[in-house]
Structures are given as structure tokens and as C-alpha cells.
């Protein structure tokens, strides 16, 4: 039963820069495992992909973009922080 509500996909990592070539398995839509995909030319995963479902899936990991604001920061949302990014980072604007 479980078989059943396990999906296999193919796809690009983007937990890093690199951009390996992945199969990933998913259990009721979350990510369980990430492995090199079959038949491509490096046919390799780096360190952190292998470790992606535990990086996903880590208690501690920030939802929200935070500003330094305070101890602790103060939560935002992804288009405050998008439009502070374009204005402060003149260059980054693409």
C-alpha cells in the first residue's frame, strides 16, 4: 500500500548552483529521497542533494524572508523582500 502513494520524477536539484540532473521520490506529495538521474552525462549528485530531503524537511529551516530588525529579526514576505533587494541592489535588477 504505501507503493502506491509513492511517485517517481525526474527533474532539475536547485538546492544549490550546480543544477544536477535528480530523481526524486515523493510520498504523498513531500520529498523522501533525491538521487542522480540515470543515463546523464555526469550521472553523479553532490553532497547537499543527496541531503536535500533533510534540508526540506528540517524543523529549523526559514519559511519567510526575515529583516534585520531586533534580536531576532522581523518576518517578511517574499515580495517586501524582493522589492528591498532591487532597491538596494541597483545591479541585481537584470
Known sequence: MA???RETRN???GI???GCFVTVTLEKGGLVSV???A????G??????RHSPQIVHDPDRLLYPLKRVGPKGKE?????AS???RRSRPSWRG
Open 3 to 5: 507503493e502506491e502513494s
Open 35 to 37: 538521487g542522480p538521474q
Open 39 to 42: 543515463g546523464t552525462p555526469m
Open 11 to 13: 527533474g532539475l536539484c
Open 76 to 80: 517578511g514576505t517574499n515580495s517586501s
Open 44 to 49: 553523479i549528485l553532490c553532497r547537499i542533494g
Open 83 to 85: 522589492r528591498w533587494t
Open 16 to 18: 544549490c548552483p550546480a
